[in-house]
């Protein structure tokens, strides 16, 4: 079983892990969108710690870092991050311990729910890229380390492909070469559900 | 990069109540939203636009008598969020419904959207149009449109006049619709800009370099070149205006981005119009100044809006607001 306290802990790494590189983000950003990827992030994360609400039950905790995220993030992040979080939540909620079954099925939700948000598939240069190789790695091999993997390597494939969605797809052909910074701040945060696998 | 300011969290905050500190008589700030309302609500349909900041005077400058109702201020350069494009549309809405202008760009789309579900859970009539001018983007099914930019202003100015008249929601929304419709944009840079809490220049150019089809958010344009005469350049910008679409009479609009003199606006437009004049086309209004900037951007861009009796006649309607009055 999966516990709240994990949860939590995710949460809370996925937020250190971003203070620590969202000037990289942006960097990202600034070469094909509008450089504000880690200074959003940032400005969003550092709002849910202050609000996550750890007595409550997990999918309390994760409407909550949706709704936070939604509120604060702003640009295209916001809705998207924001509908993922929201989304495992419903799927999640009144629970105060899961199985890897229903985490996976939330990790569906949040695809679901990125999709619709954004109107994207994979193969557009965006969090998609990292974030469905990554699920499924993680459903084929139960290895959040297989997962870290295939998440890197998708966002190496988002260097060789040209945007065709958000900021980035105004520069055509010239996005190819420059990673996704999206498919990249998603990978942060399976490495930090990676790191508290372990 | 220097910059007058205080602490680069705080810019719009502070800019929001120095614009408030002024304009009194224009416009009121939401307690504790980053939202902009008439000081004189209006009976009438409400017009809700918005953005990231450091498009000053877009899009608080347009709050007011025959333009916006509401304005919402975003992070510089970034979506502002459906809890506060909600609280807009809540604050302005008259009963008669409220119209979103949304600029064409993900993060707009995707937060007025959620706000207008939001809106419509609570019973309020929204609608929305998304401005997509840019002719630098192309517009295809592999990208997600045209970019929206300068051509706003317009939208503002003719849709809002017809709310002012008394049009219905449905109504408003046409003459937007037909407004966007109508215009184009290209927009050209030789100096980039520099989002306060990123620190450097989002985009970099050599001393004799220019950024053709630049956004307004300092993202790359179309391709780079070197810097040329005004002329040579108002040339370029009007040909890809001109083949794309037929024009017969317009209102021009030269847009500074923040950065460049009024002087250069005006030595780009003499040119512009004697450009249309020689290929026949009729300069029915021209506006030249600083509407929707990129910050400290050195550059402009050139809008033309093809007219018929119905778009003249929202033009030339009375507009009071703190940047664009007539």
Known sequence: ?198 | MKKLINNPEHVVDEMLNGIVKAHPEYVKRLPGLDVLVRANKGDKVALVSGGGSGHEPSHGGLVGTGMLDGAVAGAVFTSPTPDQIFEAIKAVDAGKGVLLVIKNYTGDVMNFEMAADMAEAEGIKVDKVVVNDDVAVKDSTWTVGRRGVAGTVLVHKIAGAYAEMGADLAEVKRIAEKVIANVRTMGMAIQPCTVPAAGKPGFELKEDEMEMGIGIHGEPGTYRAPLKTANEIADEMLEKILADREFKEVAVLVNGFGGTPVMELYIVNNHVNDVLTQKGIKVYKTIVGNFMTSIEMQGCSITLLELDDELKKGLDAKADTIAFRC
Request: hydrophobic share 40%; aromatic share 4%; charged share 25%.
């Open chain 1, 1 to 198: 079983m999966i516990t709240k306290a994990t949860v939590i802990a995710v949460i809370k790494d996925i937020a250190a892990r971003i203070d620590q590189d969202w000037q990289y983000l942006t960097d990202l950003d600034q070469a094909i969108g509008d450089g504000d990827h880690g200074i959003n992030l940032h400005r969003g994360f550092t709002t849910v710690l202050q609000k996550l609400p750890e007595d409550k039950d997990i999918g309390t905790i994760l409407k909550t870092v949706g709704m936070t995220l939604v509120s604060t993030v702003g640009g295209a992040s916001g809705p998207i991050y924001g509908t993922a979080f929201m989304k495992m939540g419903m799927k999640l909620a009144g629970k105060e311990e899961m199985t890897r079954e229903e985490l996976l099925a939330a990790l569906d939700e949040a695809v679901a729910g990125i999709k619709q948000r954004g109107h994207a598939v994979r193969g557009e240069k965006t969090i998609l890229d990292a974030l469905e190789p990554a699920i499924e790695a993680l459903k084929a091999t139960g290895s959040w380390d297989e997962a870290v993997k295939a998440a890197e390597e998708g966002v190496e494939y988002t260097k060789t492909i040209i945007a065709t969605k958000g900021r980035a797809s105004y520069l055509g052909e010239r996005s190819i070469g420059h990673q996704d910074p999206g498919a990249t701040s998603v990978t942060l945060m399976i490495k930090a559900c990676a790191a508290a696998a372990k």
